[in-house]
């Protein structure tokens, strides 16, 4: 089996697992539509500032809920104590990094299909539309490939909740500034091109993570 | 030929303390070599290194004169590791488990292999039910094929007994040969002296991360090993 039959293997592993005990999804889940609901509240009476705050708080939301997602992405493999089966499986650790990353990839997309029409519901403001949906996924790949390392540089140390925040936090707020920028021109009308830069801002985030994950991956995982 | 192991210079070091501190072994292959020594002497961390799980200080590690370094993929692929953590997804069932270990080793005939070994540790009855709900013992058994699915050559035991059941105990040693009566290099941990004695064919005594003591089996009988781990660990410097 090739480098993609692994990955995938390993994304089935979780898949499976979070399926059987919803502890990724259900959590983030109810954090996001609490957060949702909260800020609905808070700016309920005023809809002439929602479309100025709308983008700002729709990735304030995404960026928490993905923090409690990938805090929980490698803690099960050490607190079963598989992460050393994992490691002494004959694959590269890219294979895991991978497999690992496209699971928590698909546990925030599953959470952010549900967080956006409701968002688009309690907010009136225009969510659904391709260009904020392709700027989510562009998002959301590079929000995971750094938080995937970090997660698991975090496992190994004491605090390890409060590690991870503090090391991703500074390191993801281009990307999170570029998507709260593109998602205010989205919603203000701007047109495909008028995206381009920040689209390119977004896509150079996630290919020099990636690449950087990649090769670094291995220092992190191995104690 | 090559010896199956061969550690040079092993030294480990976490932080300022010092785990091993220059392990030199040399394992001819389908030899099983028990070490023994007492909590913190290093037994573990060595096990660890040499199952890829942790990287060395410092010094040279080689399988059939591969370099665990360059190698590790194709190293790993030789080695079976069996610890006192079972190594297994709770939430997944033992069947699952044995599925997602067999993918990455890319045992061939899979669905057979595994019901060989769930037969062999004697869980064809449980074998659909999560490990979540199994006992420690039963953990252990699902473990046990885990680590002989892909027939490795080598078998790293870290303590392995832990949480069996007496029954269940000759499933690891009546496995130390593989299936085609082929002897398999084994590298045993224990605190069970008499378990030691019996399947070791070479008993090394480490402590403070350093061997201090070394003899072939038929060399010492029980009493003999007792007093030389006595004499051992308590003049090691």
């Known amino acids: ?103 928590s990839l698909l546990f925030m997309l599953i959470v952010e299909a549900i967080a956006l029409p409701i968002f688009s519901l309690l907010f009136n403001v225009p969510v659904l539309s391709l260009q904020i949906i392709v700027i989510t996924v562009i998002t959301t790949i590079g929000f995971v490939a750094v938080g995937t390392l970090f997660s698991a540089l975090a496992i190994n140390t004491k605090a390890r909740e409060m590690v991870l925040p503090i090391l991703f936090l500074p390191i993801v707020i281009p990307i999170i500034i570029g998507a709260v920028k593109a998602t205010e021109l989205t919603l203000t009308g701007e047109s495909w091109s008028g995206l381009t830069s920040w689209f390119q801002i977004i896509i150079a985030f996630d290919m020099i993570f990636l690449v950087v994950s990649f090769l670094t991956f291995d220092f992190v995982i191995v104690e | 030929m090559n010896p ?108 057979k292999r595994i019901q060989e070994l769930v037969s062999l540790v004697g869980m064809t009855a449980r074998l659909h039910d999560r490990v979540a709900t199994l006992s420690r013992g039963m953990q252990q058994r699902v473990s046990i094929a885990r680590a002989l699915l892909h027939k490795p050559t080598i078998l790293l035991l870290d303590e392995p007994e832990t949480g069996l059941d007496q029954e269940a105990i000759p499933l690891i040693w009546d496995n130390m040969p593989d299936e085609t009566g082929r002897k398999r290099t084994v590298i045993l941990t224990t605190h069970n002296m008499e378990r030691g004695i019996e399947v070791g064919e070479r008993l090394l005594i480490l402590d403070k991360g350093k061997i201090v003591y070394e003899c072939v089996r038929g060399a010492l009988d029980i009493a003999g090993l007792k007093e030389a781990y006595r004499n051992s660990t308590r003049t090691s410097v």
């Open chain 2, 4 to 111: 199956a192991i061969k550690v040079q210079g092993l030294t480990k070091s976490f932080g300022t303390r010092l785990a091993l501190r220059g392990i030199d072994l040399e394992i001819e292959s389908g030899k099983s070599v028990v070490i023994f020594g007492p909590n913190g002497a290093g037994k573990t961390t060595l096990i660890r290194i040499l199952a890829t799980i942790m990287n060395p200080s410092s010094g040279i590690i080689t399988f059939d004169g591969l370099n665990l370094k360059s190698h590790a993929e194709e190293i790993r692929r030789r080695i079976g590791i069996v610890t006192h953590q079972t190594l297994l997804y709770n939430n997944l069932t033992a069947y699952e488990n044995l599925e997602f270990y067999g993918r990455m080793f890319d045992v061939p005939e899979l669905k």
């Open chain 1, 1 to 103: 089996m090739k480098f993609w039959g692994k990955v995938m293997t390993i994304a089935w592993k979780d898949t499976i697992s979070e399926l059987r005990t919803k502890e990724i999804t259900s959590s983030v889940l109810v954090f996001t539509l609490l957060v949702i609901v909260i800020f609905n509240f808070a700016f309920g009476t005023n809809r002439e500032v929602l479309p100025a705050v709308a983008p700002g708080i729709l990735w304030t939301t995404f960026v928490f809920a993905g923090m409690l997602s990938l805090n929980r992405s490698f803690i099960p493999e050490k607190e079963q104590g598989c992460l050393e089966g994992l490691v002494t499986c004959p694959v590269s650790r890219e294979v895991i990094y991978t497999g690992k990353a496209l699971s």
